[in-house]
């Protein structure tokens, strides 16, 4: 189990806490709820930055890493996974675009795809017209639709890096 799934629960917590703080901190401002204990009344502006605070915390550990996560991720064993790496794609298709900019996020693992337009060729287009980005990893197809970025490295994890399956072939 990897660092950011162990942190899910910590940031749901967090996120949830942090929140419940700020809507309770609302609706006794509007309605002074009784039974709430003492201490809830001695400084109440600290309980709306607590709460503010647990929450932009949870935010950052649940959301807060919407950048590249090629960056922060490694697989155990470094260099190039595949050969060759095609991406087939569609003009105008806002997955093929997505498609090759996750692909492009992980350039030190796997070669740099080379693009073909589906619309270019007739076999293309009837093979593949439905269902671009395609991705194809030395020649086998891999993602039909949407690149997941989970199965992209478990895809990197369980292949040998190329310089490995060279070395077992002698």
Known sequence: MNTEN???PVGRILFGAGIVLVILR???????????PAFWYANQSMWIAIGLGLTAAGWQILWGQAGPQAAQWQPSVPGQRFRTAT???????????EAAQVLAEYHKWIPAAEEIDI?????LNKRFCTCVPVVMFDGK???RGRVDETLLRR??????PISELAATKF
């Open 6 to 8: 162990r942190l899910q």
């Open 26 to 36: 609302g609706i006794e401002l509007f309605t002074r709820m009784p039974g709430l």
């Open 87 to 97: 991406l087939y794609v569609g003009e105008g298709c806002h997955l093929c675009e």
């Open 119 to 123: 619309h270019s060729n007739p076999d």
């Open 141 to 143: 197809i891999r993602f």
């Open 155 to 160: 895809l990197i994890e369980g292949t040998p």
